[in-house]
C-alpha cells in the first residue's frame, strides 16, 4: 500500500512563504485523491486543500488565494506552496491519501485511509 512523507516545514514570519512536500511509495494507482490537513495544539484536524488525479483542487477558505497545492506528473508527489503566511496558519501539517476514490470535500478526514508523519509550521509575528 501507499505510504507518505511530508517535508519542507519550518519557522517563518508572518508575510513569509513555505512549501510543502508528499512523497509516495508503494504508488499502486488507487490514490485518486490527495489531502493536506492541518492540527495545532488543543484543536481537531482541518482540511486545508486537496486534489485529485484530474488536477481539480478544493481550498479551505481561508486558505484560498494564498495556498496553492499541486502534483508532479508522475504523481509521486503532492506539494502545498503557503504564500502570505499568518500566525494562524501555524499547526502541525499532514499528507493523507484517500484509496479508491474521488475527492469529496474537506470535512471527513476519517475518510483519508493513509497519513503522513507531520511536518511542523509555525508563523510568527
Known amino acids: 500500500q501507499v505510504q507518505l512523507v511530508e517535508s519542507g516545514g519550518g519557522s517563518v514570519q508572518a508575510g513569509g512563504s513555505l512549501r510543502l512536500s508528499c512523497a509516495a511509495s508503494?504508488?499502486?494507482?488507487?490514490?485518486?485523491?490527495m489531502g493536506w490537513f492541518r492540527q495545532a495544539p488543543g484543536k481537531e484536524r482541518e482540511g486545508v486543500a486537496t486534489?485529485?488525479?484530474?488536477?481539480?483542487?478544493i481550498y479551505e477558505d481561508s486558505v484560498k488565494g494564498r495556498f496553492t497545492v499541486s502534483q508532479d506528473n508522475a504523481k509521486y508527489t503532492v506539494n502545498l506552496q503557503m504564500n502570505s503566511l499568518k500566525p494562524e496558519d501555524t499547526a502541525m501539517y499532514y499528507c493523507?491519501?484517500?484509496?479508491?476514490?474521488?475527492?469529496?470535500?474537506?470535512?471527513?478526514?476519517?475518510?483519508?485511509?493513509?497519513w503522513g508523519q507531520g511536518t511542523q509550521v509555525t508563523v510568527s509575528a
Open positions: 486534489i485529485d488525479s484530474i488536477g481539480r483542487t
Open positions: 508503494g504508488y499502486t494507482g488507487s490514490v485518486y485523491c
Open positions: 493523507a491519501a484517500r484509496l479508491g476514490d474521488w475527492c469529496r470535500g474537506l470535512q471527513y478526514s476519517s475518510l483519508f485511509g493513509v
